[in-house]
């Protein structure tokens, strides 16, 4: 497995990472058993990153996870590292309504993420979003803390924009920001990326298949289910649907020439982007995973790269990569 390092304060970790809320919540029913294996698969081919929140499914994520490492191989175990983001306040009925950053509150979600996990530490810790009555110096400084007692390794920010970013980094080391970036979400790089990059922070990347609608598996007559987080999602909506789909057919074009899969073309697409950049990769499948996996044999040249971003160039996308009320919870959209 390759190997790269989180800013210049943060661990090494392997090349990809796997992202396991699609395991517990949002893209419709989840399958245990199946879960567990490719966690196991994961750790078994090298992935140490594994990347949760403790809303997702209230709590049902991290139990997912403790339960992966505990009968996985001791030697796995002990590799893995746990990114975890808080923060989130839920209803009964799964709503969303808002986000808590006090001091208080971030020592309170990581004693219960703790015992969820079943482990004494945190590698990242990290609010999922900028809790806009909490000035970001309190919420950064209470992980600090929880950095000095030993319960938490690093401290990483989610969904920031490059202001928040600096106030944050002047309170205390930041290993790596959370944030989306793909082939049709490249807001980061006028602003975002290049403060980071200042500041010694590296980048861990959500979405890089979009949600699967860049993955070249999602097809324009798909149904989905009514508990799947897509069926709001502008990208996915009509026009926008069949524009965004006409990108990743003219992408499709560009993997088949170079014998690959669309999925492995937009992952490679994003480790080319530099070596601070760690993609996360949702994978829920063994079999996903095993073609997540075999992006890292990719080599995007320049003529590859150029031919891209002719297909793909940025801003192409149609729709916004949230319903309007959840951007609206976005710090890096400001």
Known sequence: MQTRTLGTTGPQTSALGLGCMGMSALYG???????????????????TLLDTGDFYGMGHNE???????????????????????????RTVEGGFTGYDGRPNAVKNFAAYSLQRLGTDHIDIYRIARVDPDVPIEETVGAIAELVEAGHVRHIGLSEVGAETLRRAAAVAPISDLQIEYSLISRGIEEAILPTA??????????????????????????????NDFRGMSPRFQGENLDRNLDLVDALRKIAEQKGVSVAQTAIAWVLSRGEDIVPLVGARRRDRLTEALGALDVTLDAGDLSAIERAVPPGAAAGDRYPTDQMAHLDSER
Do not use: C, M, W
């Open 29 to 47: 029913d989840t399958d245990r058993s199946e879960s567990i294996a490719t966690l196991h698969a994961a750790l078994d081919a090298g992935v």
């Open 63 to 89: 139990l997912l996870i403790n339960e992966a490492l505990r009968t996985a191989p001791a030697a796995a175990r002990e590799k893995a590292q746990i990114s975890v983001k808080f923060g989130a306040l």
């Open 197 to 226: 990059r200042e500041l010694g922070i590296g980048l861990t990347a959500y979405g890089v298949l979009s949600r699967g609608l860049i993955s070249g598996h999602f097809s324009r007559d798909r149904k989905l289910a009514a």
